[in-house]
């Protein structure tokens, strides 16, 4: 009874620290602009969004290979109008990647200490940033093909066990799907070979001659895969330079380092753009943020602490074979950067100065951290004074999971603040009271204006006005009409008419207190609170006429 009411506490406490370890990732909503595209694109309806999808895959990047996949793995990140809504099925994406490796890593290695710490470091040390890749960005549209990977391997390895052909078969129709998703994850081909060498001992020609035919099916169907690839791709050519090899070896290599590097626990924190990042935004380190990574520390620390001292059968002390798993744990680590490094689009543009980290480094992220945790595991199990060990292995950890955890939730909340901005700026053009300029040209840099790397394109606001029924067009631009629209703040912004002076203020909170109100190019003039102001969807709408006597120039 106290045995059960132990497991039923730790079951308890990790359902807590999931929560608060993924909680950061419901609040950040889009920060890309191709996903700012998609998203656009999936609130005008499943068919435009498809027929989006398909065109620009056909027409624009050649890839007719991925038609029937990628559509719907990208406009399953965007169900719902709520951001909460679309962030809970990526969040679950995430989980069930971290999921399915830690299953794998059990399937592989029969360990199940090495699963839990390998489980505990994954949810701990994964970063967010501000670089095109997940957890952060794209998260189901690459996380859901991760996802069938690791069932495709799962059911390869139980065919090995059984010989039932049906795991063979799905595995296959899932690899063929995955491949279809992202063409990088043909570089996987190989693991499936090492699978079937270490499940059936293939250390010997008579071994390798009686047991070749399940390791070649998998190879077959990548050869498929690549020859139909090039084929459609000589039908649907390219016009997309991350389709297109160009490269030199200098400049691959230095892919390869750079992109290894942010896949190893902790690598992005520790590049100088990020330290940069983390001091420029530490203002955004809260109280409620630092309790939730101590809560977090103390979740993970009692957890690995008890997984450290878990009873295990003695075993040999073999370190030529766990060389020999780490340098194929590298291997694997490196196989999907590959067509990273020759592709044309980031020749010179991965490192501090371009792309630090891609999708693929999420995907490697996951076999480096089995490696780190395997040196855990290692240590922790066949050197003298375990218990020393452990505690140093575990205040290293902590140390290490607390400084990630503090960058994620500085970065979510900037990451919040900035979509947060884009989602009032569209809340205004959901009002009635912009409908006063229908038919008219509205003049504005300052909406347009990217926050870190949520940029928003130039057609933007007039397409999502348009999508909301409003006859507005929105130019990116200061000046070039008489009226203007300006932010003071993420939540007030005023439309002003230059000729007359009239202006229009929308503003997400009720006006209390007398406040200062743009209306030019470091302009302003002060707004007074209305007792009773007019409410139009989430504004309060403020009207006034104001004369260049009450125009204030100033950096308020």
């Given at each position: 009874?106290?045995?059960?009411?132990?497991?039923?506490?730790?079951?308890?406490?990790?359902?807590?620290?999931?929560?608060?370890?993924?909680?950061?990732?419901?609040?950040?909503?889009?920060?890309?602009?191709?996903?700012?595209?998609?998203?656009?694109?999936?609130?005008?309806?499943?068919?435009?969004?498809?027929?989006?999808?398909?065109?620009?895959?056909?027409?624009?990047?050649?890839?007719?290979?991925?038609?029937?996949?990628?559509?719907?793995?990208?406009?399953?990140?965007?169900?719902?109008?709520?951001?909460?809504?679309?962030?809970?099925?990526?969040?679950?994406?995430?989980?069930?990647?971290?999921?399915?490796?830690?299953?794998?890593?059990?399937?592989?290695?029969?360990?199940?200490?090495?699963?839990?710490?390998?489980?505990?470091?994954?949810?701990?040390?994964?970063?967010?940033?501000?670089?095109?890749?997940?957890?952060?960005?794209?998260?189901?549209?690459?996380?859901?093909?991760?996802?069938?990977?690791?069932?495709?391997?799962?059911?390869?390895?139980?065919?090995?066990?059984?010989?039932?052909?049906?795991?063979?078969?799905?595995?296959?129709?899932?690899?063929?799907?995955?491949?279809?998703?992202?063409?990088?994850?043909?570089?996987?081909?190989?693991?499936?070979?090492?699978?079937?060498?270490?499940?059936?001992?293939?250390?010997?020609?008579?071994?390798?001659?009686?047991?070749?035919?399940?390791?070649?099916?998998?190879?077959?169907?990548?050869?498929?895969?690549?020859?139909?690839?090039?084929?459609?791709?000589?039908?649907?050519?390219?016009?997309?330079?991350?389709?297109?090899?160009?490269?030199?070896?200098?400049?691959?290599?230095?892919?390869?380092?750079?992109?290894?590097?942010?896949?190893?626990?902790?690598?992005?924190?520790?590049?100088?753009?990020?330290?940069?990042?983390?001091?420029?935004?530490?203002?955004?380190?809260?109280?409620?943020?630092?309790?939730?990574?101590?809560?977090?520390?103390?979740?993970?620390?009692?957890?690995?602490?008890?997984?450290?001292?878990?009873?295990?059968?003695?075993?040999?002390?073999?370190?030529?074979?766990?060389?020999?798993?780490?340098?194929?744990?590298?291997?694997?680590?490196?196989?999907?950067?590959?067509?990273?490094?020759?592709?044309?689009?980031?020749?010179?543009?991965?490192?501090?100065?371009?792309?630090?980290?891609?999708?693929?480094?999420?995907?490697?992220?996951?076999?480096?951290?089995?490696?780190?945790?395997?040196?855990?595991?290692?240590?922790?199990?066949?050197?003298?004074?375990?218990?020393?060990?452990?505690?140093?292995?575990?205040?290293?950890?902590?140390?290490?999971?607390?400084?990630?955890?503090?960058?994620?939730?500085?970065?979510?909340?900037?990451?919040?603040?900035?979509?947060?901005?884009?989602?009032?700026i569209e809340a205004l053009f959901r009002t009635d009271t912009i409908n006063e300029y229908n038919g008219?040209?509205?003049?504005?840099?300052?909406?347009?204006?990217?926050?870190?790397?949520?940029?928003?394109?130039?057609?933007?606001?007039?397409?999502?006005?348009?999508?909301?029924?409003?006859?507005?067009?929105?130019?990116?631009?200061?000046?070039?009409?008489?009226?203007?629209?300006?932010?003071?703040?993420?939540?007030?912004?005023?439309?002003?008419?230059?000729?007359?002076?009239?202006?229009?203020?929308?503003?997400?909170?009720?006006?209390?207190?007398?406040?200062?109100?743009?209306?030019?190019?470091?302009?302003?003039?002060?707004?007074?609170?209305?007792?009773?102001?007019?409410?139009?969807?989430?504004?309060?709408?403020?009207?006034?006429?104001?004369?260049?006597?009450?125009?204030?120039?100033?950096?308020?």
């Amino acid at each position: 009874m106290e045995e059960k009411k132990r497991n039923q506490c730790f079951i308890f406490l990790m359902v807590v620290g999931t929560v608060l370890l993924f909680f950061p990732l419901l609040t950040l909503g889009i920060m890309h602009n191709d996903e700012l595209l998609a998203r656009y694109w999936s609130m005008r309806g499943v068919k435009e969004f498809l027929t989006h999808s398909y065109t620009e895959l056909l027409q624009g990047k050649g890839r007719a290979m991925s038609c029937l996949v990628v559509p719907v793995t990208q406009i399953l990140g965007y169900i719902g109008k709520s951001r909460y809504c679309f962030r809970i099925l990526q969040v679950l994406t995430v989980i069930s990647n971290i999921g399915l490796f830690a299953k794998l890593t059990e399937e592989i290695f029969h360990k199940k200490t090495l699963t839990g710490i390998v489980t505990v470091l994954l949810a701990l040390f994964m970063p967010l940033s501000f670089e095109p890749t997940l957890p952060n960005a794209y998260v189901t549209l690459y996380g859901i093909p991760l996802t069938l990977l690791y069932v495709s391997l799962l059911l390869y390895i139980y065919y090995l066990r059984t010989e039932k052909k049906k795991y063979m078969i799905i595995a296959m129709i899932l690899f063929w799907i995955v491949c279809c998703s992202y063409e990088a994850f043909i570089t996987y081909t190989p693991v499936f070979l090492l699978l079937g060498i270490t499940e059936r001992h293939m250390y010997s020609w008579k071994k390798i001659k009686e047991n070749i035919k399940p390791c070649l099916v998998p190879i077959i169907v990548g050869c498929v895969f690549l020859a139909c690839y090039v084929v459609t791709g000589k039908i649907f050519p390219s016009q997309y330079d991350g389709t297109q090899i160009g490269f030199n070896l200098k400049a691959s290599l230095v892919i390869i380092k750079n992109l290894l590097r942010s896949a190893v626990p902790g690598g992005l924190f520790l590049s100088d753009k990020y330290l940069y990042l983390f001091n420029y935004y530490k203002h955004w380190l809260s109280t409620e943020g630092v309790i939730r990574v101590i809560a977090i520390l103390m979740i993970a620390g009692y957890a690995l602490w008890k997984i450290f001292r878990k009873e295990v059968e003695k075993e040999k002390k073999e370190l030529g074979k766990s060389l020999l798993i780490l340098v194929m744990l590298l291997g694997c680590a490196v196989l999907p950067f590959l067509p990273i490094s020759v592709s044309k689009m980031y020749q010179g543009n991965v490192g501090e100065q371009g792309f630090i980290s891609l999708p693929v480094s999420y995907f490697s992220y996951f076999v480096m951290t089995l490696a780190f945790s395997y040196i855990v595991w290692g240590l922790t199990r066949f050197i003298r004074f375990k218990k020393v060990i452990s505690v140093v292995m575990l205040v290293g950890i902590l140390s290490l999971g607390c400084a990630i955890q503090l960058e994620n939730d500085i970065f979510s909340r900037e990451m919040d603040y900035d979509f947060t901005r884009l989602e009032n700026i569209e809340a205004l053009f959901r009002t009635d009271t912009i409908n006063e300029y229908n038919g008219k040209e509205i003049c504005s840099k300052e909406i347009y204006q990217a926050y870190n790397t949520l940029a928003v394109h130039d057609s933007y606001w007039t397409d999502y006005a348009q999508l909301q029924g409003k006859n507005i067009s929105v130019l990116r631009a200061d000046h070039a009409g008489p009226l203007q629209l300006y932010a003071t703040s993420a939540e007030l912004f005023t439309v002003v008419d230059k000729e007359n002076g009239n202006y229009v203020a929308f503003s997400r909170t009720q006006i209390s207190d007398t406040c200062a109100m743009k209306v030019g190019w470091k302009q302003y003039i002060y707004l007074d609170p209305v007792e009773s102001p007019q409410k139009d969807g989430d504004y309060y709408i403020y009207r006034g006429i104001y004369d260049k006597k009450d125009i204030h120039k100033s950096e308020v």
